[in-house]
Nanobody
């Protein structure tokens, strides 16, 4: 079972950028669905981006501001977040599961590996 660990969160001002990293204990290249979720206390976990065989999909509220990508070695997943807004404040989690066909979706119950999360706070 792959183990994941996020890093890169922090406190930024509106309009600034952050890059989150998700280091994996195993190769998470082709054959895996890779995703980023976020959660605000008291609210449900929200899927924001998924990488399906190299093709990214984004939640509408982050499209054109966030970019999901993986390093060539296939051990690290990233989330580049630009033009951050106070509404992006949350704890961010990376998630992975083996792609058994049928596509990769932002359904948290489908993912079998999760990191511990990294806090992102956007405030002036």
């Amino acid at each position: 079972q792959v183990q994941l660990e996020e890093s890169g969160g922090g406190l930024v001002q509106p309009g600034e950028s952050l890059r989150l990293s998700c280091s994996a204990s195993l190769y998470i290249g082709s054959g895996y669905c890779l995703a980023w979720f976020r959660q605000v206390p008291g609210q449900a976990r929200e899927g924001i981006s998924v990488l399906d065989n190299g093709y990214p999909t984004y939640k509408l509220s982050v499209k054109d501001r966030f970019t999901i990508f993986r390093d060539d070695a296939g051990n690290t997943l990233f989330l580049q977040m630009n033009s951050l807004q106070p509404g992006d404040t949350a704890k961010y989690y990376c998630a992975a599961r083996i792609d058994r066909g049928g596509g990769c979706f932002l359904l948290d119950h489908q993912y079998t590996a999760w990191g511990q999360g990294t806090q992102v706070t956007v405030s002036s």
